[in-house]
C-alpha cells in the first residue's frame, strides 16, 4: 500500500463528519489527493444498508444481525474503493471503520468480542488503519447535540447506557493501541478541536 489510511472514530455528537470534511479540505490545501469515505456506505451497497440500519425504524434488527450488515457493508467499501485508493497513493480518510462494530455490537450490544475481531478480519481481509482519530465526548452531550443536528437516528435513539457502554468500549480501544488509536477530547469549538486533528495528523505524516 501506497497510500495513507486514516479513520475517525467516536461516540454519537462527537463531530466525526465535520471534522473529517474539515481535515479533506485542509489536506487538499497542502497538496495531498485526499479521499473521504464513510461506513455504512460510500458504494451502492453500502448505501443500501446504510439505510436499512439507520433510517428504517419499521426494521427490527438484532445486534447479530446489525453486526453482519455493517460487515458487509464494510467488505464492500473496502475492497471496491479503499484498497485501490490506497494502491494509487491516495490519503484515505474514512468516517468510521471496524473499530466502530467492536465499540457497538461489542461493547454495546455484548456481542462477543473475539467472534467480533474475526469478522472484522475478513471483512477487510487483514487492513489496518494507519491512524485512528478517536473523538471522545461525555455520552450526554454528544446526544444532545446528535439530536439538535438532524433528529435522532435508529442507532442514536438506544438507551444512555448503551451509549455509555459504546464510549467505554472506544476508550478501552485506545489504551490497547496507544500507537494507532489517538484520543482527542471535543472540547470548546469546532476550530479548536479541528487544531487538535490536524495536529495528530500533520506529526503522523512526518
Known sequence: MKGIFITFEGPEGSGK???????IRHLKAKGYDPLLVREPGTTRLGEMIRKILLKSASVKIGPFGEMMLFEAARCQLTDEIIRPALKSGKVVISDRYYDATTAYQG??????????????????????????????????????RAKGVKGFDRMEEKSRSYHRRVRR??????????KRIKVIKVRGTINETQGLVRRAVEEFIK
Open 169 to 178: 468500549a472506544y476508550l478501552d480501544l485506545a489504551k490497547r493501541e496507544p
Open 107 to 144: 461493547g454495546g450490544s455484548g456481542v462477543k468480542i473475539s467472534f467480533i475481531n474475526k469478522l472484522n478480519l475478513e471483512a477487510t481481509r487483514g487492513l489496518k488503519p494507519d491512524l485512528t482519530l478517536l473523538l471522545d465526548i461525555d455520552t450526554n452531550t454528544g446526544l444532545r
Open 17 to 23: 463528519s465535520t471534522h473529517a470534511l474539515r481535515l
